[in-house]
């Protein structure tokens, strides 16, 4: 049994680029439909030539995407990045002094002989002990971090290329898998391709809906942050709008470490800080979001709740983002089935009335 499942997670990490180029080509292919129908309709161009402009143009468009966001963001999230792990000393001292002022503060502690976190030797030997042993394994985690970080750079690679040749293959592919389906499911097969355009619709409006949710609300967190002066903005909003991918949790996730890093530095600011994410969460929630994405994906607010938790659980992040959709085209599925099994329950019970009436 150990056997298969290292023989699965291997065929998986050898994949792992390949699938990621499918789902970057399938997110790309929105935008790269749309300006091939362009071009087909406004320049006249033939459906070969429309197609393969349509992939480089795509392809331009994303790689200067990138290449801005490269240069205008990284850079300030590593200063950003840098300036918090130079200022850690600066963070412990600064925690120091709170516990020791909230201990100070407590009755409860001080009748069990705590004043201060150096009168506790106990306790600060344990947090010198805990530092020392992270410290001893610091060069190890920084070597492996260092192999997956050329891991990722070599599996981004690969998956970006394969994604631009699944683009310019997109319509034969798309129309083989139809062959196949045909093939296998037979009379079911054109009821079993409506269910698969249902999802791709439900997947593209979710997946492209909450990706410009995200990037207008990162937009928008680093206004409010400059507009009062918090420190770590550009950092802040970026983590922000990645982790608002996420439904729901996303927003939480994203804050909680803005929050405490500002919290060490200025509580005042930890504050303002939390009040604009809750502020602009809000906005997101009852305004920005339901107009980009809406009721789309035709499920209710507990089932969103419901999908994020269980997927997260079976597959984390990842999960999280995409169980979304997956429960919604299931759902959907199962309640079209449903409601024409009670049509058709309907129309032969009319029918035997009708029998029965001019019998009678």
């Known amino acids: 049994m150990n056997y298969i ?96 002022s909230f201990i100070e503060n407590n009755n409860i502690l001080r009748a ?53 040749f699944i683009l310019f293959n997109r319509h034969r592919a798309v129309e083989a898998f139809k062959v196949f389906i045909f093939t296998v499911f037979h009379k079911s097969g054109s009821k079993f391709i409506d269910i698969l355009g249902e999802s791709n619709q439900i997947f593209r409006r979710f997946v492209f809906g909450k990706f410009i949710d995200s990037l207008l609300i990162g937009i928008l967190t680093f206004i409010f942050l400059s507009v009062f002066n918090l420190p770590y903005k550009v950092f802040n909003a970026t983590f922000i709008g990645i982790t608002n991918m996420i439904p729901i949790f996303g927003p939480i996730i994203g804050a909680i470490p803005g929050f405490l890093i500002i919290l060490v530095e200025s509580p005042a600011d930890a504050l303002k800080f939390a009040a604009l994410i809750l502020v602009i969460q809000q906005f997101d929630g009852h305004i920005l979001g339901p107009r980009l994405i809406g009721g789309q994906i035709g499920i209710s607010t507990y089932w969103v709740l419901f999908s994020v938790v269980v997927f997260g659980k079976l597959f984390g992040i990842v999960g999280m983002f995409f169980g979304v959709p997956i429960f919604a085209t299931v759902y959907m599925t199962i309640k079209r089935e449903i409601r024409e099994k009670r049509v058709a329950q309907l129309k032969e019970e009319e029918k035997d009335n009708i029998t029965d009436n001019s019998k009678g």
């Open 112 to 164: 069990f002989g705590v004043k201060s976190l150096e009168s506790d030797t106990g306790l600060q030997d344990y947090i010198v002990n805990s530092l020392n042993s992270d410290v001893s394994e610091l060069s190890t985690e920084l070597y492996n971090e260092a192999t997956r970080l050329i891991d990722l750079i070599t599996d981004s690679i690969v998956a970006y290329v394969s994604s631009i």
């Open 5 to 100: 499942v290292g023989a699965l997670n291997t065929l998986f990490s050898a994949l792992k680029p390949f699938l990621a180029g499918f789902l970057i080509a399938y997110i790309l292919a929105l935008p790269c439909d749309n300006i091939e129908k362009l071009f087909i309709k406004k320049c006249k161009v033939k459906q070969k030539t429309a197609d393969i402009l349509a992939v480089i143009l795509t392809e331009i468009l994303t790689l200067t995407v990138m290449t801005i966001f490269c240069m205008a963001i990284l850079p300030q999230c590593y200063e950003s990045i840098v300036k918090i792990i130079a200022n850690i000393p600066d963070y412990l001292n600064s925690l120091n002094n709170l516990i020791n």
